[in-house]
């Protein structure tokens, strides 16, 4: 088991899942689920399939239950509000007993983790898959720097704000055609570089 890469992909899982709903709220429902993938393709990544999904399963669990803390001894971070919505499909059940049980929100976090790292434990150590996941983590990174800059140049009006920079970026033609172009071509050269 490798703790080091386990811890990251437990961090990855939970700020993955704050941001995601926050800067793309019309995939807020999904965030949950879609930073679990991405943790458990991580920790997965050039190990065989039952390390991966062990260590996928453990990121996952680790990772819902910093996140489940953080959400509730933190209301918000730099306006960030750390409140998920767990899942679309999970969403009815959630109301229904939230009143009786205030923490479901952060145990239906810590479930999705759990069993959604562990899957993608088990697509990371898929080699072929690196390529996909290091293509994804570069346009990311891209459109993140995008909003970055969106923000600098509109800093000072009380009109601008961070959702606003990513919406920008995200129905920009050209930001996101260059985001492809960037991710593709640095995909390309790491795997012929370092084979």
């Not at 679990?36 to 996928?56: E, M, Q, R, T, W």
């Not at 150590?125 to 346009?139: A, D, P, W």
């Not at 920079?165 to 050209?174: C, Q």
């Amino acid at each position: 088991m490798d703790i080091k890469k386990v811890i990251i992909a437990s961090l990855i899982y939970a700020f993955w899942s704050f941001l995601i709903g926050y800067f793309v709220p019309e995939i807020a429902g999904w965030a949950t689920i879609m930073a679990a993938l991405a943790a458990g393709i991580y920790v997965g990544y050039k190990s065989d399939v039952g390390k991966s999904f062990d260590n996928g399963l453990l990121a996952g669990l680790l990772g819902g239950i910093f996140g489940a803390v953080i959400m509730n001894y933190t209301p918000s971070l730099l306006g960030i509000p750390l409140k998920v919505a767990t899942s679309e499909f999970l969403s009815p059940i959630a109301e229904l007993i939230e009143t009786s049980f205030p923490w479901v929100s952060e145990l239906f976090l810590i479930v999705i983790g759990t069993i959604f790292g562990g899957i993608g434990g088990i697509i990371g150590s898929r080699k072929k898959l690196g390529k996909v996941f290091l293509f994804l983590t570069l346009f990311l990174l891209f459109i993140f720097y995008g909003a970055i800059d969106n923000v600098a140049w509109n800093w000072g009006r009380a009109d601008w704000t961070w959702n606003m920079s990513i919406s920008h970026v995200l129905t920009n033609r050209i930001d996101l055609f260059i985001a492809v172009v960037f991710a593709a071509f640095t995909t390309i050269l790491a795997f012929v570089l370092l084979g």
